[in-house]
DNA sequence: GTCTATAACGAGATAGAC
DNA sequence: GTCTATCTCGTTATAGAC
């Protein structure tokens, strides 16, 4: 285990890193989390965070990995019951309420909003975890093709920045979520055969 | 009239200034887009702006305005034809593609992306105007209730961050437009009558 | 209307002491 | 591992000359 003293104490700083970021972005927005802020917030100087963080873009990539640690915990928290159907639709949900819940997750993991940001080969594998889960599920309803997909996305997206933007505490968009995957899913066909 | 020559120079220099800022907000993100940087690009000096514009949120809320004229110019181009329905998709394409067409709209119009950003009465009253249209010819089809309008404008807005985010250039997303449309007009009835 | 100059501030990043 | 000190750069905004 990587678990000594030490090691220990640093993972705990680099948690207080992490929340102080995401901390910042809820008060803030993403794009106002800076090494500075950060800094100040858990409680040491600017120049301390170099040892954690190579960068203010690194820092980005470490919540950007850390949330989808959180989102893909979360799916696995319940044993994958029931149909293909019921289990798209708890997916659905736990994302979809996993973004309004904290919105610069939206803004980071499913939007390009913060120049220079990409995430590094490692995290991009995560969200490539999410796609390919999602993927399954809409195989095992027949949606095969690439339009089902980017329909269900957008479907997903759509309500979630509108939750975020306009109602950030209730749920007004969010609440349609199931009525609006069983239609999508019952009617949508794409004209074209990709 | 307000035309006079020098009332013209200003306008030109105006609309320059509009145009560097949407530029920069193309190039590198509407959170970049700083007073200096859009002096930088009209070719004048940073503190020369301050005769156009009384701070860095206020060139925010003339983009929003100008947007919104825009927009609601586009709209009264075609005039009004054919049945609610056809009314409707209509403006729902030229929405989608005005913001695909150029993502920082779609930020600066339909998301809250900008810290400090609120638009001023004047402008908001013009998206007001785009809200009233869409609403009316909901009406118009007997989509009366709020989750109707809510899950249209998911709809629109779930496939403008989409489209923007993962296909820039393409219309991978923004061709599904008429045939959610269509569904969610045909299927969608919310559970509770609000 | 545009300029120079400057104030006041905050950022990212590095060097080097302890 | 954390600090002080510092470099370098960029920003918003204002004062005052022309």
Redesign the pocket.
């Known amino acids: 285990m990587t678990s000594s003293a ?1 090691a220990d ?2 993972n705990r ?1 680099n948690e207080q890193i992490l929340a102080a970021a995401w901390d910042i972005a809820a008060d803030q927005g993403l794009g106002a989390v ?4 950060v800094a100040r917030r858990v409680g ?5 965070l ?2 954690y963080v190579s ?2 873009l690194d820092l980005f990539d470490m919540m950007f990995r850390q949330a989808y640690e959180q989102l893909l915990d979360r799916l696995d928290a319940a044993p994958p019951t029931g149909t293909a159907r019921e289990q798209l639709l708890r997916l659905s949900r736990v994302v979809l309420d996993f973004v309004v819940e904290n919105p610069p997750r939206q803004q980071l993991l499913f939007q390009r909003t913060i120049p220079g940001f990409e995430p590094s080969e490692a995290s991009y594998a995560l969200a490539l975890r999410l796609v390919d889960r999602t993927r399954a599920l809409l195989s095992a309803l027949g949606k095969r093709t690439q339009a089902h997909v980017d329909v269900y996305t957008a479907l997903i997206a759509g309500l979630g920045s509108q939750q975020i933007a306009n109602d950030p505490d209730g749920d007004r968009w969010s609440r349609h979520l199931e009525t609006l995957l069983d239609i999508v899913l019952d009617h949508f066909d794409p004209q074209e055969k990709p």
Not at 34 to 37: D, P, V
Not at 44 to 48: F, G, L, N, Y
């Open positions: 030490v104490r640093r700083r800076s090494l500075h802020e040491i100087k600017q120049p301390s170099y040892g960068s203010r």
